[in-house]
């Protein structure tokens, strides 16, 4: 729910936010435990969407997390959930022939500065890719 | 959320380059930036701490040079290997 919040009503108008809030595909879930956010609040430096994904998570034995902040993807692991971010999500479209031209997602990351292009050239050369900018 | 007052030399808020309007907005920002640069905070938690929308925080951490999609490449293989390969 918070992170649906977060997409959908703050995120309002940025890309991607109409899509999910039209999937009929996605099912939004509350936490039920709000005492477990309120603990978690105090002991971890996340935020309340970041860690109620992982409360969450833990609520209904999610098979893995979408999370892409170091610190979130770091306890999610510590939790056990195998976890996927933007990058390794586009990867496996990509892998699974939903997405054709990975390049040309990985510069729309680039052209918001969102990512270091190094790191992006690496994942592509272990897919036997060319570097952005490259013909 | 609880505030505090604080007194910084006008030459700092200068040299920082702040525009007089919003600057306990815009100082709030700076340290909640140099808090998700050194890992102390998440970027999710940085941007509540400076009250500001996420999408923002992101878009203010990349002009600053802080990217705010930060992975090692040893977590990106880590992720590739346990993904199940689609079938040829």
């Given amino acids: 729910m918070e992170v649906h919040h977060e997409e959908v009503l703050s995120g309002a108008g940025l890309p991607g936010a109409s899509e999910v809030a039209k999937a009929e595909w996605i099912e939004v ?11 978690a609040r105090e002991k971890y430096a996340l ?22 902040d170091y610190n979130a993807r770091k306890l999610a692991r510590a939790e056990g959930f195998p976890v996927r971010g933007s990058v390794g999500l586009l990867e496996t479209f990509y892998l699974g022939g939903h997405l054709t031209d990975l390049r040309a ?3 729309h990351l680039l052209a918001h500065s969102y990512i270091d292009q190094r790191l992006l050239d690496l994942r592509l050369r ?6 952005l900018w490259q013909a | 959320m609880e505030t505090v007052t604080v007194e910084l030399p006008s030459a700092l808020l200068k040299a920082a380059n702040l525009e007089e309007r919003n600057l306990s907005q815009q100082a709030a920002r700076l340290l909640a930036l140099e808090l998700y ?18 999408a923002a925080f ?16 040893e977590d990106l293989e880590e ?3 346990s993904t199940d390969r689609p079938e040829a």
């Fill in chain 1, 47 to 68: 935020g309340v969407e970041e860690l109620s994904t992982i409360l969450l998570g833990k609520e209904i034995r999610a098979d893995a997390l979408l999370l892409d």
């Fill in chain 2, 79 to 81: 992720e590739r290997l």
């Fill in chain 1, 105 to 107: 997602a990985f510069r």
């Fill in chain 2, 37 to 54: 640069r050194e890992y102390k905070v998440s970027l999710g938690r940085a941007a509540e701490l400076c009250q500001t929308p996420l």
């Fill in chain 1, 126 to 131: 272990a897919l036997g890719l060319p570097p």
């Fill in chain 1, 29 to 39: 879930k509350q936490l039920q435990n709000q005492a477990d956010l309120l603990a």
């Fill in chain 2, 58 to 73: 992101m878009d203010f951490a990349a002009k600053h040079g802080v990217p705010p999609l930060r992975y090692s490449s």
